[in-house]
């Protein structure tokens, strides 16, 4: 019977309709999942098999029928119809913290001085042009106030630290969610009473640490997942909760997710993205550092994040244990901060209080020679974009020097107004009042263009991309939302009068991949940023890419710039399954800074999963 070429041509023809039936049934379910889908992106997109999903390319191979030719002015690029989907492995993809480049690069880098956990973007010939998957099973987060204390565990599916911290009270996994109880390596029975006893050590009234508006921003070091800074936002005291992707990875993307505001970085060897007094209290509870390193230096930075008179509150063994060792750094770190003219303001069992100076008075009355030195005068505490760190101690301004301290007023007054340094632009009282102002109606705009897709809950973690002055996110105080303000790193340096509203935010160059996780964000505001990414020759495609990265599922972007623009981006949304929400002509409103961006663009991303991610997840 084998032999018998009727049987071998009947198998050769059966075979062959066979994988004529896979093929178009493929075809079927990869564009009818793309196509077929509901317009408000209420179901969840499938994306094909695996064998695909390759880095680099169009699904299509990039041929003339994948592509189309548009430009963002006069230059043309191609416009690919889709993206091809990152790997499964690349779901937590962070393009600036990604260990596989650095081993890739061979990058020569100092671990001693946590140079490996900075910040080291990839050439443009090794990013990724593909789209992040989800995890498997990954669902629309939980909205806040609840997700402050519990998330879906399918949506960070590391469980490593709820085993490790299990007698700590970090997290605890149950059933299909991880909780958070709130408590800490410090803190087992909850940060809200570690707060309070902070508080009453420095006998702030009614045990709040607020003190009545005067502590507004606070800077957590080795954060964990937060929960300290999660505790504070009922004081109306908002937190930079800050830890790097280390041994306890994802600590980071738990506090994203849980609505609470995070930044991936470390004290390393560069300044940390923040300018010059921003913060009334630092924070580290048992955060693993050593501070007596490199003659001071991370103490030093510390020094010059703190506002003054602020207060740098640690919890540490060293405060409080007898051994040999404990005693030594004790003792030299006792030494280094008073040398650096800070006093103990409060100390009780295992956590001390120290409080910088208010003036420069005790600089000048130091012996000649004593280390730290106070720092050059040429050099400015508000550069931080690559800037190195240095073992030196920043004075004061002449403002801050006869103002005996910052000169703000209490928070919530603080918020609308006029910052003393906004001396240091140019600006004046009625610019940043008519600004404020000017903000104010335009966010009253974008939500009643957004009002047919949300709810009151629906946004909590938002990011202002250019955000100027901080106006944006002063408009938005009465909603329950937090806002990242973003500052280019080559503009006006305006972050520091966002911080002195009380508010909080970072630098950053968007010709790079932002120091965050995929889909921690529920909104983009991009005010004139693709504009300004053009003038210096930097990719808008690879702009796009990067905020569909950190950009949640159904989460949405407002785009407001310039008509050619707009333009570009609409034809990206098919290749990046973002669909338009609203447009609105805005040039009846004041527009001062950018002529000609009078137009604002709504989209808003789908939920789609990989075929891999719907099998894994059943």
Same mark, same amino acid.
């Given at each position: 019977? =084998?032999?018998?070429?009727?049987?071998?041509?009947?198998?050769?023809?059966?075979?062959?309709?066979?994988?004529? +039936?896979?093929?178009?049934?493929?075809?079927?379910?990869?564009?009818?999942?793309?196509?077929?889908?509901?317009?408000?992106?209420?179901? +969840?997109?499938? /994306?094909?098999?695996?064998?695909?999903?390759?880095?680099?390319? *169009? /699904?299509?191979?990039?041929?003339?029928?994948?592509?189309?030719?548009?430009?963002?002015?006069?230059?043309?690029?191609?416009?690919?119809?889709?993206?091809?989907?990152?790997?499964?492995? @690349?779901?937590?993809?962070?393009?600036?913290?990604?260990?596989?480049?650095?081993?890739?690069?061979?990058?020569?880098?100092?671990?001693?001085?946590?140079?490996?956990?900075?910040?080291?973007?990839?050439?443009?010939?090794?990013?990724?042009?593909?789209?992040?998957?989800?995890?498997?099973?990954?669902?629309?987060?939980?909205?806040?106030?609840?997700?402050?204390?519990?998330?879906?565990?399918?949506?960070?599916?590391?469980?490593?630290?709820?085993?490790?911290?299990?007698?700590?009270?970090?997290?605890?996994?149950?059933?299909?969610?991880?909780?958070?109880?709130?408590?800490?390596?410090?803190?087992?029975?909850?940060?809200?009473? /570690?707060?309070?006893?902070?508080?009453?050590?420095?006998?702030?009234? @009614?045990?709040?640490?607020?003190?009545?508006?005067?502590?507004?921003?606070?800077?957590?070091?080795?954060?964990?997942?937060? *929960?300290?800074?999660?505790?504070?936002?009922?004081?109306?005291?908002?937190?930079?909760?800050?830890?790097?992707?280390?041994?306890?990875? #994802?600590?980071?993307?738990?506090?994203?997710?849980?609505?609470?505001?995070?930044?991936?970085?470390?004290?390393?060897?560069?300044?940390?993205?923040?300018?010059?007094?921003?913060?009334?209290?630092?924070?580290?509870?048992?955060?693993?550092?050593?501070?007596?390193?490199?003659?001071?230096?991370?103490?030093?930075?510390?020094?010059?994040?703190?506002?003054?008179?602020?207060?740098?509150?640690?919890?540490?063994?060293?405060?409080?244990?007898?051994?040999?060792?404990?005693?030594?750094?004790?003792?030299?770190? *006792?030494?280094?901060?008073?040398?650096?003219?800070?006093?103990?303001?409060?100390?009780?069992?295992?956590?001390?209080?120290?409080?910088?100076?208010?003036?420069?008075?005790?600089?000048?009355?130091?012996?000649?020679?004593?280390?730290?030195?106070?720092?050059?005068?040429?050099?400015?505490?508000?550069?931080?974009?690559?800037?190195?760190?240095?073992?030196?101690?920043?004075?004061?301004?002449?403002?801050?020097?006869?103002?005996?301290?910052?000169?703000?007023?209490?928070?919530? +007054?603080?918020? &609308?107004s006029p910052p003393p340094r906004i001396?240091?632009?140019?600006?004046?009282?009625?610019?940043?009042?008519?600004?404020?102002?000017?903000?104010?109606? =335009?966010?009253?705009?974008?939500?009643?263009?957004?009002?047919?897709?949300?709810?009151?809950? &629906?946004?909590?973690?938002?990011?202002?991309?250019?955000?100027?002055?901080?106006?944006?996110?002063?408009a938005l105080k009465e909603r329950n939302?937090?806002?990242? #303000?973003?500052?280019?790193?080559?503009?006006?340096?305006?972050?520091?009068?966002?911080?002195?509203?009380?508010?909080?935010? &970072?630098?950053?160059?968007?010709?790079?991949?932002?120091?965050?996780?995929?889909?921690?964000?529920?909104?983009?505001?991009?005010?004139?940023?693709?504009?300004?990414?053009?003038?210096?020759?930097?990719?808008?495609?690879?702009?796009?890419?990067?905020?569909?990265?950190?950009?949640?599922?159904?989460?949405?972007?407002?785009?407001?710039?310039?008509?050619?623009?707009?333009?570009?981006?609409?034809?990206?949304?098919?290749?990046? @399954?973002?669909?338009?929400?609203?447009?609105?002509?805005?040039?009846?409103?004041?527009?001062?800074?950018?002529?000609?961006?009078?137009?604002?663009?709504?989209?808003?991303?789908?939920?789609?999963?990989?075929?891999?991610?719907?099998?894994? *997840?059943?």
């Amino acid at each position: 019977m =084998r032999g018998r070429s009727d049987g071998g041509q009947k198998k050769r023809l059966i075979t062959s309709l066979c994988a004529v +039936a896979i093929f178009l049934g493929f075809l079927y379910v990869y564009y009818g999942s793309i196509f077929g889908s509901s317009s408000n992106g209420a179901s +969840a997109l499938e /994306y094909g098999s695996k064998s695909l999903r390759k880095i680099g390319s *169009s /699904y299509l191979g990039g041929d003339d029928e994948s592509s189309t030719k548009s430009g963002l002015e006069d230059g043309d690029v191609v416009i690919p119809k889709t993206f091809p989907v990152c790997d499964d492995r @690349h779901s937590e993809l962070i393009p600036c913290l990604d260990r596989n480049i650095i081993y890739q690069m061979r990058l020569k880098l100092d671990l001693s001085v946590m140079e490996h956990y900075e910040r080291h973007c990839p050439p443009p010939e090794r990013r990724y042009n593909c789209l992040i998957p989800p995890p498997p099973g990954y669902k629309v987060p939980i909205k806040w106030p609840q997700s402050r204390d519990e998330v879906w565990k399918a949506n960070i599916p590391h469980t490593h630290l709820a085993h490790e911290k299990s007698d700590q009270n970090w997290m605890v996994v149950k059933g299909e969610k991880i909780v958070f109880p709130g408590g800490g390596t410090h803190f087992h029975y909850g940060a809200d009473k /570690y707060i309070a006893s902070i508080a009453n050590m420095l006998n702030f009234s @009614h045990n709040n640490l607020n003190n009545e508006g005067r502590v507004r921003t606070v800077l957590d070091v080795g954060c964990g997942v937060a *929960s300290f800074g999660a505790y504070l936002l009922s004081s109306d005291i908002i937190a930079m909760s800050l830890a790097p992707n280390d041994v306890h990875q #994802n600590q980071i993307q738990f506090a994203l997710e849980r609505g609470i505001p995070a930044y991936l970085g470390v004290l390393g060897t560069k300044r940390l993205p923040y300018p010059s007094r921003s913060f009334e209290l630092a924070h580290c509870s048992r955060c693993r550092i050593d501070w007596l390193q490199r003659d001071g230096i991370l103490l030093l930075e510390l020094d010059r994040l703190l506002r003054p008179g602020g207060y740098f509150a640690y919890s540490s063994p060293e405060a409080y244990a007898q051994d040999e060792e404990d005693l030594r750094i004790w003792k030299e770190m *006792s030494a280094l901060v008073e040398r650096m003219c800070w006093r103990i303001a409060a100390k009780r069992n295992q956590t001390v209080i120290w409080q910088k100076p208010l003036t420069n008075d005790c600089y000048m009355e130091r012996a000649p020679g004593t280390n730290p030195p106070l720092c050059r005068s040429d050099d400015d505490p508000d550069a931080v974009w690559g800037v190195p760190m240095e073992a030196c101690i920043t004075p004061y301004s002449d403002h801050d020097q006869k103002a005996k301290g910052s000169g703000l007023a209490p928070w919530p +007054a603080r918020l &609308t107004s006029p910052p003393p340094r906004i001396a240091d632009f140019g600006y004046s009282n009625e610019m940043f009042e008519k600004d404020t102002e000017t903000w104010h109606q =335009r966010v009253e705009n974008y939500w009643n263009l957004l009002s047919p897709k949300i709810e009151a809950n &629906t946004l909590r973690n938002l990011m202002d991309m250019k955000a100027n002055m901080g106006s944006f996110a002063a408009a938005l105080k009465e909603r329950n939302v937090w806002v990242m #303000n973003v500052i280019p790193e080559d503009g006006p340096n305006t972050l520091k009068l966002i911080y002195d509203r009380g508010l909080i935010g &970072t630098t950053h160059n968007w010709c790079e991949a932002f120091s965050t996780y995929p889909r921690t964000y529920d909104l983009l505001h991009a005010w004139a940023v693709f504009s300004d990414i053009e003038k210096k020759g930097c990719s808008a495609e690879d702009l796009l890419l990067e905020m569909d990265r950190i950009l949640r599922p159904r989460g949405f972007i407002i785009i407001r710039d310039k008509q050619p623009v707009i333009d570009f981006v609409r034809k990206y949304l098919s290749a990046l @399954h973002w669909e338009a929400v609203a447009t609105a002509d805005s040039s009846s409103d004041s527009e001062h800074e950018h002529e000609g961006d009078n137009v604002v663009f709504i989209v808003q991303k789908k939920l789609w999963l990989t075929s891999e991610s719907i099998l894994n *997840s059943e």
